[in-house]
Every structure is written in structure tokens, then in C-alpha cells.
T-cell receptor, first 113, second 121 residues
Framework: DAKTTQPPSMDCAEGRAANLPCNHS???????VYWYRQIHSQGPQYIIH???NNETNEMASLIITEDRKSSTLILPHATLRDTAVYYC??????????????FGDGTTLTVKP | DTGVSQDPRHKITKRGQNVTFRCDPI?????LYWYRQTLGQGPEFLTY????????KSRLLSDRFSAERPKGSFSTLEIQRTEQGDSAMYLC???????????????????FGPGTRLTVL
């Protein structure tokens, strides 16, 4: 699985958009970008994933650059409950692959009032 | 609650003792994963099962560690002769691996349980 690079920490004001970047310059053509977050003392929570098109769900939006070497997770209106460690991972999604996730150290997002 | 559950949530043991953790995945999920997470680090993959078959083990999984999923449902992770370095959060995740068709993408989102925090004294 390709390696990802994320800033170790970020702050965001409550109610503002939080934009979390991720670099994955060695991503291969069959690898998806997945985002998870982990609130203190809980298991990671799936947020969103994408291959090359931008994706949006009820939690967030995912913007993937055209060359797929980087992506940005957008939380449109951050709340205090969005304070967590956010992990960006890349991996294949075919069922013939293990699907195991290789986590880095993530970005600690702190939403401030 | 139909999510992934883990038991116990916390375990304190003395060095040298054996411990066993249990994971109950989401009922229709055929894949089950074990991860270990130490403070300040992201989760590290340990092993995974497709139904009852253990298909991959990380080199992190020493001989003292054994995992089973006997009926393809719940799984257990046992650590024998625990060491202080085994202190960590042990996370279980499950997912549904579906057959791919030519026009259908296969998603492999993993749903994680709350974890079992092990402290070895």
C-alpha cells in the first residue's frame, strides 16, 4: 500500500470549514483514498473514500487532485465534536486483496470555540 | 447496537499471564481484522480472517500471539506470557468483501470496534 503524509496537527474555528490535506504521491492506479477519524479512546470511524472523482457524503467531502497524488478532506462546518485524529490511507478495494489498512500517525484536528 | 463489539474493554494483567480478547463483528461481515495501537501512533495491522480462514499475519504477530475465528463469526486474540511491551489498545474491525462484477465497484470499508485496552504490569 502507498504511504501517506499528513501534517501532525491543525486547528479550526468552530463553524468554519476544516480542510485536512494528505499527500500520497506513490498511489497506484487501483488504490483508493480512505479517510477515518479516531476520537479519543474510541475505535477509528470510517468517513469517506474515493478513487479519482470528488466524493461527498453526510459527514464530509473528499477532493482528489487530477494526478491523484494528494487529496483534501473537508468538514464543511466543524463542530467541537469533530476534534479527533484524522487518518488518510490508500489501499486497493477489490475483494481479492486483504483490504488491510496501513495507518500513519494522522492529523490531530482541534476545533476551537 | 449492531456495530462491532469487543470484550473486555479494559484488561490489566501481570507480566507472564495469558490474556484473551473477543471480537464480535457486524453479523453479515465475512472479513475480520485485528490491529494494535500504542499511544500516539496509528493502528498497526496484525492479522485478518476471511470467514474462518486466517489469510495473513503481520510479522508483528509473534509466536506468543494467536488468533482464531472458528465458525467464521466471532474471533479471539490470545496473548501468552504477556510482556510490558504488549500494553496497547487492541482493535478489531470487520468488513464485507463482495464479489466484483465488471460494472460494480467493490467497497471495503472497515468498521472498527471500541477496542480492548491492555495494561501489562
Amino acid at each position: 500500500d502507498a504511504k501517506t503524509t499528513q501534517p501532525p496537527s491543525m486547528d479550526c474555528a468552530e463553524g468554519r470549514a476544516a480542510n485536512l490535506p494528505c499527500n500520497h504521491s506513490t498511489i497506484s492506479g487501483n488504490e483508493y483514498v480512505y479517510w477515518y477519524r479516531q476520537i479519543h479512546s474510541q475505535g477509528p470511524q470510517y468517513i469517506i473514500h474515493g478513487l479519482k472523482n470528488n466524493e461527498t457524503n453526510e459527514m464530509a467531502s473528499l477532493i482528489i487532485t487530477e494526478d491523484r497524488k494528494s487529496s483534501t478532506l473537508i468538514l464543511p462546518h466543524a463542530t467541537l465534536r469533530d476534534t479527533a485524529v484524522y487518518y488518510c490511507i490508500v489501499r486497493v478495494a477489490k475483494n481479492t486483496n486483504a483490504g488491510k489498512s496501513t495507518f500513519g500517525d494522522g492529523t490531530t484536528l482541534t476545533v476551537k470555540p | 447496537d449492531t456495530g462491532v463489539s469487543q470484550d473486555p474493554r479494559h484488561k490489566i494483567t501481570k507480566r507472564g499471564q495469558n490474556v484473551t480478547f473477543r471480537c464480535d463483528p457486524i453479523s453479515e461481515h465475512n472479513r475480520l481484522y485485528w490491529y494494535r495501537q500504542t499511544l500516539g501512533q496509528g493502528p498497526e495491522f496484525l492479522t485478518y480472517f476471511q470467514n474462518e480462514a486466517q489469510l495473513e499475519k503481520s510479522r508483528l504477530l509473534s509466536d506468543r500471539f494467536s488468533a482464531e475465528r472458528p465458525k467464521g463469526s466471532f474471533s479471539t486474540l490470545e496473548i501468552q506470557r504477556t510482556e510490558q511491551g504488549d500494553s496497547a489498545m487492541y482493535l478489531c474491525a470487520s468488513s464485507l468483501a463482495m464479489l466484483a462484477t465488471s460494472d460494480r465497484r467493490v467497497y471495503n470499508e472497515q468498521f472498527f470496534g471500541p477496542g480492548t485496552r491492555l495494561t501489562v504490569l
